[in-house]
C-alpha cells in the first residue's frame, strides 16, 4: 500500500506486505529529516534519519528515500508486522534549523 | 540515562491551578525541547534549550507557559492557571546536537489532562 502523507492519514496493509508512507517537505534548504513511530500512549521513537547528501538510506526492514528535486520523502517497510502498527512522522528542521516541524503523520494499521 | 524521562506520567488539574511537568534528558545532549502534542495531531514545538540557554519560546501559547533549565541538565516546564485547552500531551526531547541539526530523542510525555 502506498500513503500520499497528509492527503491520505491511514494506510491499510496486510501483515506480510510491504508499506510505503510518504512524506512531501517544504524547505528546500533542509538537510536532514528523520521517521519517527508513535505508538499510542508513548513517546515518538526514532526509526531512521538522512541527511541531504544522500538519496537512499537503509536500516532494519526499514528504507528511507529522499527526492530533493520534487521535496519528497518515503519510508518503506518491508513485510509488515502487526507491530509495525502505530502513527509515523517525519521532521523537518525549520528555515532557522531550530527546531523540527512535524506533519500530523500517517496512522499505518497492519491487518493480520 | 537509558533515555528520556518525564513526570509524572499522567496529570489531571482542575481549572486555575498550576502544575508543573518534569523532563530528565540523556544525559550529556545539549539540546532540550519541549512539545504539545493535541490528539491526533502531530508534536507542535514549544520550546528549546542550549545547555541552560533558552534560545526559542516562540512556541509557547501564552504567558502563562514558562520552562526552565537551570543547570542545564533537567527541565521543567511550568504551566499557571491552567485552562481546558492547555489538556495535551507534553513532550520532551533531547539531542546531543544543537538545534535540528541531530537526532532527537523523546520521553513518553505527560499527559495533562485539565478539568
Known amino acids: 500500500g502506498e500513503s500520499v502523507g497528509l492527503h491520505l492519514p491511514t494506510l491499510s496493509v496486510q501483515e506480510g506486505d510491504n508499506s510505503i508512507i510518504n512524506c512531501a517537505y517544504s524547505?528546500?534548504?533542509?538537510?536532514?529529516f528523520i521517521w519517527y513511530k508513535q505508538e499510542s500512549g508513548k513517546g515518538p521513537q526514532f526509526i531512521i534519519d538522512?541527511?541531504?547528501?544522500?538519496d537512499k538510506r537503509q536500516g532494519q526492514r526499514v528504507t528511507v528515500l529522499l527526492n530533493k528535486t520534487v521535496k519528497h520523502l518515503s519510508l518503506q517497510i518491508a513485510a509488515t508486522q502487526p507491530g509495525d502498527s502505530a502513527v509515523y512522522f517525519c521532521?523537518?528542521?525549520?528555515?532557522?534549523?531550530?527546531?523540527?516541524?512535524f506533519g500530523s503523520g500517517t496512522k499505518l494499521n497492519v491487518k493480520p | 540515562g537509558a533515555g528520556v524521562s518525564q513526570s509524572p506520567r499522567y496529570k489531571v488539574a482542575k481549572r486555575g491551578q498550576d502544575v508543573a511537568l518534569r523532563c530528565d534528558p540523556i544525559s550529556g545532549h545539549v539540546s532540550l525541547f519541549w512539545y504539545q502534542q493535541a490528539l491526533g495531531q502531530g508534536p507542535e514545538f514549544l520550546t528549546y534549550?542550549?545547555?541552560?540557554?533558552?534560545?526559542?519560546k516562540s512556541g509557547l501559547p501564552s504567558d502563562r507557559f514558562f520552562a526552565e533549565r537551570p543547570e542545564g541538565s533537567v527541565s521543567t516546564l511550568k504551566i499557571q492557571r491552567t485552562q481546558q485547552e492547555d489538556s495535551a500531551v507534553y513532550l520532551c526531547?533531547?539531542?546531543?546536537?544543537?538545534?535540528?541539526?541531530?537526532?532527537?530523542?523523546f520521553g513518553p510525555g505527560t499527559r495533562l489532562t485539565v478539568l
Open positions: 526531547a533531547s539531542s546531543r546536537g544543537q538545534g535540528a541539526t541531530d537526532t532527537q530523542y
Open positions: 524547505n528546500s534548504a533542509s538537510d536532514y
Open positions: 538522512i541527511r541531504s547528501n544522500m
Open positions: 521532521a523537518e528542521p525549520t528555515p532557522n534549523f531550530n527546531k523540527f516541524y
Open positions: 534549550f542550549q545547555n541552560e540557554a533558552q534560545l526559542d
